[in-house]
């Protein structure tokens, strides 16, 4: 049988080890918490705005339509944007009766703190790397009251993506630097709302 010194000394131990896990847990979420207020912080700095006259279209911009349009239009939108749903319909409609003349450019836009959009554009750029972006685009507009993690990865398995490589894309945020470069490119065009709209610059 353990002497009472032997049970005070156990207990005060496994006291001290239950403290430092409460102070590195404390330690660990203040780094994370951190991390997102420099990155928003980034999102949202003033000196980008005002730097561009036209949007770049780039290799990882998605769009559809034809490449050799003599329309392009770029459009900034959120997915919690309930205008830019409205608008999506009209879109869609002017891509089927176009013929091979418009080719529409999707760009991410939202506020800084608008941490639905965020995660939304995340997971449709994560559909984005399997060929899915509009597929999913299309799915996060048409349930855009009920937008959640549990609804991207019901529409990754809906779509039949992998969905360990969807997951791990999304759990890891490895498209936030794509939703973010969008964002940063509207400010600099002087974006100050959704959707925005480019017609041939």
């Known amino acids: 049988m353990l002497s009472h010194k032997k049970v005070i000394i156990i207990l005060v131990s496994l006291l001290g080890l239950f403290v430092a896990l409460v102070v590195l847990r404390l330690v660990l979420t203040n780094l994370a918490l951190t991390d997102q207020e420099k990155y928003l912080a980034k999102l949202s700095s003033p000196a980008l705005e005002g730097n561009l006259v036209a949007p770049i279209v780039g290799p990882s911009d998605p769009w559809q339509g034809s490449d050799k349009a003599k329309v392009t239009i770029v459009v900034f939108e959120s997915f919690t944007c309930s205008h830019c749903a409205e608008q999506n319909n009209i879109l869609t409609k002017l891509l089927e009766n176009s013929g091979n003349k418009v080719k529409l450019v999707w760009k991410d836009f939202m506020g800084p703190s608008a941490q639905t959009a965020l995660r939304a554009s995340v997971a449709a750029r994560c559909a984005q790397g399997q060929g899915k972006f509009w597929e999913f685009h299309d799915g996060l507009f048409a349930n855009q009251l009920n937008l959640s993690d549990s609804l991207y990865k019901d529409l990754a398995m809906q779509l039949k993506l992998d969905e360990n490589q969807f ?17 940063n490119e509207g400010l600099a065009l002087g974006v100050d709302g959704t959707p925005y709209l480019f017609v041939n610059d």
């Open 167 to 183: 997951n791990q894309c999304f759990t890891t945020q490895a498209t936030l630097s794509l939703v973010q470069n969008s964002y």
